[in-house]
């Protein structure tokens, strides 16, 4: 008997189809420790975003902010806007288990990836926050390690693997409603957090005075 309240069945698509065929859209590698020390400036100039800085519960977001301005860094040998952060960019863990995904938003413009994380830039109309859910739920673990490579411990995707993943999207004709629900999601959990680690700073600086220092 036909279900009239299902509107189509779920699609899958390969990644790649989400990014589009520019290079630019390629995922982008985070620098290695050899090529950091090549970077001028690094150190004092620009943030860099490590395996740890990324949360999933109970979102995918960068718990790193971007404290220094990034300024105009430069180096002959390495493309510097490569591995530059940009608000909207879907943020991946190279290595797990499990694999980290997250979403950068505004306060993580401009921070640089490191050699264990990838980023990428979505095609319009493509949810990066339901890509980043999916992709940090069971389901989506799974369809990572499948792709990845390494030893019973530690796992590594390549760009190029991640690109073969299959993502399973909404139902045919409810793309649109799903996605948005996801974007109003992410923006609640992201105030919540917020407010909470203004509170910790608030306690931190109680505490500081009780034990006789300044604020």
């Known amino acids: 008997m036909r279900d009239d309240h299902i509107v189509g069945r779920p699609v899958r698509v390969k990644f790649r189809e989400m990014l589009g065929p520019s290079k630019e859209n390629q995922p982008r590698r985070g620098l290695s420790a050899y090529q950091i020390e090549w ?6 100039r620009a943030d860099l975003v490590r395996i740890e800085d990324i949360a999933i519960d109970p979102i995918g977001r960068i718990q790193k902010k971007k404290r220094i301005d990034a300024g105009p860094l430069e180096s002959e040998d390495i493309d510097i806007q490569s591995v530059l952060v940009r608000a909207g960019d879907l943020v991946l863990t ?24 990838i980023a990428v830039t979505l095609l319009p109309g493509c949810s990066a926050e339901y890509v980043a859910s999916y992709l940090n739920s069971p ?9 990845a490579s390494g030893s019973t411990h530690v796992v590594r995707i390549s760009p190029k693997a991640l690109l073969d993943i299959e993502i399973c999207l909404p139902r045919e004709g409810m793309g649109s409603e799903v996605f948005q629900l996801f974007r109003t999601y992410y923006e609640y959990e992201r ?18 005075v009780g034990r006789g220092g300044r604020l």
């Open 139 to 147: 389901l989506g673990q799974n369809e990572l390690k499948k792709y």
């Open 94 to 117: 190279t290595q797990g288990p499990p694999f980290k995904c997250a979403v950068a938003d505004e306060g993580n413009e401009g921070l640089m990836i490191s050699e264990n994380i």
């Open 191 to 208: 105030l919540l957090s917020e407010e909470r680690e203004a509170r910790m700073r608030i306690m931190d600086a109680l505490l500081c």
């Open 39 to 44: 970077v001028s400036g690094l150190d004092d």
